[in-house]
């Protein structure tokens, strides 16, 4: 698959959308998904983690043209696969962990992180199952 092997946006970056345009268009196509995990950032004088409405508005300025609220059952995985969008995600409710080229992250309720389109991983859920926002990007071209 031509997408796949994106690097990813980093947490804090000055402008996260610029930095991921700039990657799609000139960067090799085999890069390591593995420092797609982040923990949730805050902007420039922002005190607390990421709400629902920022999120949403922040994922229409950067070109997510989906928003899907989904829940995972409490010990529950999803196995390995990539998808053909970039996602950025929402926690909720509850924790996650991605598992992505040997290495996991946890995130929790207020976290966000971003995976760009082709990255292997796999979704596993703790005891109290997990509850998501999750933007998707579809690009135009490869």
Same mark, same amino acid.
């Given at each position: 698959?031509?997408?796949?092997?994106?690097?990813?946006?980093? %947490?804090?970056?000055?402008?996260?959308?610029?930095?991921?345009?700039?990657?799609? %268009?000139?960067?090799?196509?085999?890069?390591?998904?593995?420092?797609?995990?982040?923990?949730?950032?805050?902007?420039?004088?922002?005190?607390?983690?990421?709400?629902?409405?920022?999120?949403?508005?922040?994922?229409?300025?950067?070109?997510?043209?989906?928003?899907?609220?989904?829940?995972?059952?409490?010990?529950?995985?999803?196995?390995?696969? %990539?998808?053909?969008?970039?996602?950025?995600?929402?926690?909720?409710?509850?924790?996650?962990?991605?598992?992505?080229?040997?290495?996991?992250?946890?995130?929790?309720?207020?976290?966000?992180?971003?995976?760009?389109?082709?990255?292997?991983?796999?979704?596993?859920?703790?005891?109290?199952?997990?509850?998501?926002?999750?933007?998707?990007?579809?690009?135009?071209?490869?």
């Amino acid at each position: 698959m031509g997408n796949r092997g994106k690097p990813p946006v980093r %947490a804090g970056a000055d402008d996260p959308d610029a930095y991921l345009a700039a990657c799609h %268009a000139s960067l090799p196509r085999r890069a390591s998904c593995s420092t797609i995990l982040m923990l949730s950032y805050l902007k420039q004088g922002q005190e607390t983690a990421m709400n629902q409405t920022e999120f949403e508005t922040e994922l229409g300025e950067q070109g997510y043209s989906e928003v899907i609220d989904r829940r995972m059952e409490a010990n529950s995985l999803n196995p390995e696969h %990539a998808h053909d969008f970039d996602a950025r995600l929402l926690v909720l409710e509850g924790a996650m962990t991605i598992i992505s080229e040997g290495q996991e992250r946890m995130y929790r309720a207020g976290d966000t992180f971003s995976m760009p389109a082709g990255c292997r991983h796999a979704e596993q859920c703790g005891p109290e199952g997990v509850r998501y926002l999750a933007g998707r990007r579809y690009p135009t071209s490869r």
